[in-house]
T-cell receptor
Framework: DGGITQSPKYLFRKEGQNVTLSCEQNLNHDAMYWYRQDPGQGLRLIYYSQIVNDFQKGDIAEGYSVSREKKESFPLTVTSAQKNPTAFYLC????????????FGEGSRLTVL | SQQGEEDPQALSIQEGENATMNCSYKTSINNLQWYRQNSGRGLVHLILIRSNEREKHSGRLRVTLDTSKKSSSLLITASRAADTASYFCATDLYSGGGADGLTFGKGTHLIIQP
């Protein structure tokens, strides 16, 4: 089945540790996105990538980093510089940049202990 | 920055009734999209309406768009328990240049009472 796979589904981190969330898609989409969701806040854009080896900051990129070495993969690293990392992280992709519908993964819930 | 804002924040209705939720946005758009999210899950795309369209249907869903008022509404007819979820409107950031990605509102939490 075509889709987006995020892992892990649940992740616990101690303060000061970096963690990497995986996002893989087999939809052959060029564009991929990372969103953060907090209760009552809706979704906020962290980073996006329209093509391999290129990515752009979204609204809340501070404390996060990404890479796009392969079309299928867009991992997100939550660094120790992120002050409030506990959240639900959603990865998405779409075939038409700027205008198409987004396909989402099932999300990764990160909790900082 | 939050582009879309849904109203109401929460809505509880009886099964079989119609549910209407609204979305307002601030700047010009290419299209407006509606998504559904079940608790703890990813978002699922429901419908996309382009800026030159006024109304669109998909099964039990009806979406309207009024660009002069910068608002949209989502109507779910003959609601079912399985429609219980959060519903989000989203608009594209793109306006002839600049950032890519969708901007989401905070959502309407819909509860269908059996």
């Amino acid at each position: 089945d075509g889709g987006i796979t995020q892992s892990p589904k649940y992740l616990f981190r101690k303060e000061g540790q970096n963690v990497t969330l995986s996002c893989e898609q087999n939809l052959n989409h060029d564009a991929m996105y990372w969103y953060r969701q907090d209760p009552g806040q809706g979704l906020r854009l962290i980073y996006y990538s329209q093509i391999v080896n290129d990515f752009q900051k979204g609204d809340i990129a501070e404390g996060y980093s990404v890479s796009r070495e392969k079309k299928e993969s867009f991992p997100l690293t939550v660094t120790s510089a992120q002050k409030n990392p506990t959240a639900f992280y959603l990865c998405a992709s779409r075939g038409q940049i700027y205008t198409g519908e987004l396909f989402f993964g099932e999300g990764s819930r990160l909790t900082v202990l | 920055s939050q582009q879309g804002e849904e109203d109401p924040q929460a809505l509880s209705i009886q099964e079989g009734e119609n549910a209407t939720m609204n979305c307002s946005y601030k700047t010009s758009i290419n299209n407006l999209q509606w998504y559904r999210q079940n608790s703890g899950r990813g978002l699922v795309h429901l419908i996309l309406i382009r800026s030159n369209e006024r109304e669109k249907h998909s099964g039990r869903l009806r979406v309207t768009l009024d660009t002069s008022k910068k608002s949209s509404s989502l109507l779910i007819t003959a609601s079912r328990a399985a429609d219980t979820a959060s519903y989000f409107c989203a608009t594209d950031l793109y306006s002839g240049g600049g950032a890519d990605g969708l901007t989401f509102g905070k959502g309407t939490h819909l509860i269908i009472q059996p």
